[in-house]
């Protein structure tokens, strides 16, 4: 079975190969990663993987019809945006894409989905953190 669920063994979840996995898991095709990656996910002791349910089946092919562009991939660069320092953020306020692209593991981001997890963000009253003087 190539489709596992791969959960977090802490409450904040965990990235691992440009993958935001949460404490309360996901289900992924094993498919869409290499081999290279398969063996660091079966490796990380921050993650546990196991078969998933057929309810958990279910409802991961009923998100996957919904959106070409997951949630998961914008909830994944939400929350490495929260994560960043002030420095990893442009003198206009943005968040710099290669500081995103480096805590998700050198994973490729565009700036345009960069700009549409942002511009979200502050609709919701986020703010770039301020250097401490």
Do not use: W, Y
Not at 53 to 64: G, K, M, Y
Not at 86 to 100: L, M, N
């Amino acid at each position: 079975m190539s489709k596992v669920l791969i959960a977090a063994t802490q409450a904040v979840g965990f990235f691992r190969c440009g993958v935001h996995f949460p404490e309360e898991g996901v289900v992924v095709d094993l498919a869409n990663f290499t081999d290279t990656q398969i063996t660091r996910l079966k490796s990380e002791p921050k993650l546990r993987i196991t078969n998933p349910t057929e309810e958990q089946l279910a409802v991961a092919n009923t998100d996957a019809r919904k959106s070409a562009f997951t949630g998961d991939e914008k909830e994944a660069v939400a929350e490495v945006i929260r994560a960043l320092s002030p420095e990893d953020f442009s003198k206009s306020g943005e968040p710099k894409v290669k500081a995103i692209e480096v805590l998700l593991e050198d994973t490729p981001i565009s700036a345009a989905l960069r700009d549409e997890v942002f511009a979200e963000m502050k609709e919701e009253g986020f703010e770039a953190p301020k250097a401490s003087d």
